[in-house]
């Protein structure tokens, strides 16, 4: 078992909730989804910031969606050790976008997207220091090797399509 750290917009990609993202690209999100639910272990902060921003962007009582059924498998394992790891983010400010676990480096310091600092921040503070699965969001190949020079991995769903996406963005 592998403890795996994820960013919303996995859970969004995999609910068709992406139009600049493939099918291919939603099936992914869908079956790796499946196999976190099948033998890998989220985690989450015990503030509950990630779990939050996963619920504002997906209900678990609407009708089943890859995506909500997976934050309901969540909810129902929260307390499951094999399923769920808790760890302690420390916000440093009032809006909880900084935080003290977060890797003290100017090339993330100045561009890093306050909303995503929460997942590097968990992962920083997990003892194993697990990937952050990422799946639609470009900017995360920017942060890539600042990331890894702290030790924190990426696991990108879908790399091919981010890289085309990132191309055009930046030129």
Known sequence: MSAIVID?????????????????????????????????????????LILGEYQH????NQSPTPGSAFIKWLLQRQGMAQHVSWVSITSTNADQTKFAEFPSDAGLESAFDPADRKFVAASNAHVEKPPILESA?????????????????????CRCELEEIRKRKTG
């Open 137 to 157: 969001d470009s900017k995360w190949l920017g942060w890539e090797a600042n990331l890894a020079a702290h030790g924190i991995r990426l696991e990108i769903l």
């Open 57 to 60: 962007k997906l209900d678990p």
């Open 8 to 48: 919303t917009n996995v859970l969004l990609i995999a609910d068709g909730q992406g139009g600049h993202m493939s099918d291919d690209c939603r099936l992914e999100c869908e079956a790796r989804l499946m196999a976190v639910q099948a033998g890998d272990q989220t985690v989450l902060d015990d503030s509950w």
